[in-house]
Nanobody, 114 residues
Framework: QVQLVESGGGLVQPGGSLRLSCAAS????????MGWYRQAPGKQRELVAL??????NYSDSVKGRFTISRDNPKNTVYLQMNSLKPEDTAVYYC?????????WGQGTQVTVSI
């Protein structure tokens, strides 16, 4: 059974940093293009970072601040988030970069506030 478990979220002040982790079981992540998504209250889930082979892509809202990476031996994908802004507040999820998606994990809450 495929399971994605996100962790590393929390409460951080504007300008701060967090590193999110996405650990997988039941599947080998390295064969897939993987993405980090976020969903803010009242908004649709959006893709913010994608890693595909040796390439990465970012939404304009996070470009230059977030970095996606993967550790294949650990079967884990990371999202390093720097210079966080209040508008980055959301639940963050990892999944395939495009459909068909794996089962969604529970996500990890990131709150950026004074």
């Amino acid at each position: 059974q495929v399971q994605l478990v996100e962790s590393g979220g929390g409460l951080v002040q504007p300008g701060g940093s967090l590193r999110l982790s996405c650990a997988a079981s039941g599947i080998i992540l390295s064969v897939y293009s993987m993405g980090w998504y976020r969903q803010a209250p009242g908004k649709q889930r959006e893709l913010v970072a994608l890693i595909s082979g040796g390439s990465t892509n970012y939404s304009d809202s996070v470009k230059g601040r977030f970095t996606i990476s993967r550790d294949n031996p650990k079967n884990t994908v990371y999202l390093q988030m720097n210079s966080l802004k209040p508008e980055d507040t959301a639940v963050y999820y990892c999944n395939r970069g495009w459909k068909p998606y794996m089962s969604w994990g529970q996500g990890t809450q990131v709150t950026v506030s004074i």
